[in-house]
């Protein structure tokens, strides 16, 4: 193999895979990227074995050929490199050779047969959407993925594809959150219902940074696959039953309680200093045009905060984990949101006021 | 106690305090702030026995007193208040209120005299000294002290205040790093030989920062204080005999070998991906105009670089740690620097091109 490529684009594409690959280096090979040169084009590879990224860019390629090589050595050396052509170089039985300006390195090279292929993704398969769409979706479920590997099913995001609109759902049991948005029914190929594991949402959605234009999905084996101007990201899917979501989700019945985000954020942030850790409510009262909210910590203290909202419902005391209120507030745009709270034990609707397809379900805590 | 204070001013003077204080919590009055309110300020002390760090402000004071408050915490609710006054009141007995907008919290508060008394500094005492001076010098040794406890005189940076000279150095015995800048004779009041520890060197650091005019150096019993505009640090010093640091300092001999900071920096940086620990040298060969640069590591590859420079001495091939030169560049303020490098195994000088008082032995390692 032999080929140059422009430093910059080349430090981009090798960005964009670093996430993917491996940092333990259980499996040597996991820890290395592939470099494919053909025609014009280098492409680079990386996986864990459950995610596989794959990114290309333009280089003049020599001599055709691949190799595998340490993706973090690579990217830290290409960071410190000036902006002038590297040349990039591998023989069977010999180190890669790197050269850029006065600067060369040679790093040990692993023959491509080693590295794990990755699936064959078919033509025109699959359904297109906007990739702002995908990508505005990504931060307002990921938050909610469970973290407890004794419930598999929860340790991703439920993508569903069908009939003119794309939805993601995530829960942790204490949390869901929802998000749906319409997509073009003409672009649509057929119906999508995945669950995509933690890492992969988050590297997608790095992947989807800054796009324009379409991303098109495209359901494998066990797998899907995402792909969008010359990268692709595949993963393994979760197996097993999504939790019926949409009995849990409450009705919202008549116009609920509307607050500035930014003032409900600032006042939930101070009293998170004082509610510490989870295991500590802290507690909403509703009144008529305001809200006071309260936390006590028997070890540090206690504090109060009151804020004007518009709220015309009977006046109730609920209880929650402020770390939930936090993480639903710090994904909204907008800048009202809307609250609906039943009673101190049901689960409580928070919303943007204006929708965007954005619902946050929260569960009281007993106080 | 009972006064008000703005909440900014309030904010970075907590700010000021919170890296003296113990993080750790094993006796909970360290982790603590004492408020104290007097006449028209409020002074704030933060201590961790070994480092203590007194400030104040502008504060209306209502009735004045004093309590011991949970400092991180404090810092951590005043962080998230908005810009109005806050309301500080203590009883004791009770907890401490904190009052700003429609923001209340109370936190524990522990009687003033359970904080340990800080130090008495005589008026008028110790030797004056331009904050800018000190405060450049700081990061100029800092990154040289010694981390290793055994040898406990070298976990400081001596500083030494004499015949209008203000010099500090510091080493780890692999290197040794030396400032020295001219002082107003008129303004000492006495020479001064201190050993500085790290922490009292980072947090003076921190004190010195963006403040202009004068800071007073008074000599206590096995302390010192610095003081500047209302601040006050003071250590407790490091005893014993630091070492005769003269007689390792090699004579500049000739010109030495001139480069471009920058290109050292970049090609240095570059080497490190393939060095990765101490234990590797990284190789510099002087040629007649020019400089090779080159590292080997069994387990990844291997790097080489060229830059020019100007050098009319004999070639020679010498290995360092390629981390103990990063460090000395990074603290360079100058475009050009100066390396005097005698033979593979004598200690070798590194400098700014212009001085600037400013010189670091690196001890070559075996290659």
Known sequence: MHAQVARNSFLSTLAQVQGVIEAKRTIPILSHLLLEAKGNTITLSGTDLDVSMQTSLFGEVKQEGAVAISGKKLYEIVRELPDAPIDLRWEEGQNVQIVCAKSSFRLKGITPEEFPALPHIPEGAGITIAAETLRTMIPKTLFAVSTDQTRPTLTGALLQA??????????????????KAPIHAAKAGGAIEAII???ALAELGKMLKEETGDVRLVPLDHQIAFLLNGSRLITRLIEGQFPNYEQVLPSPSGPGALLRREDLLGALRRASTISGDRATPTVLELKADRLLISCKNIDLGEAKEELSMEYRGPETTVGF???YLLDFLGVVDETEVSMHIHDPLSPALFEPKKGEGFSCVIMPMRI
Do not use: F, N, Y
């Open 162 to 179: 069908a009939e003119g609109e794309l939805s993601m759902v995530a829960t942790d049991g204490h949390r869901l959150s929802l998000v």
């Open 321 to 323: 984990s402020v770390r």
């Open 197 to 199: 594991p933690r890492k």
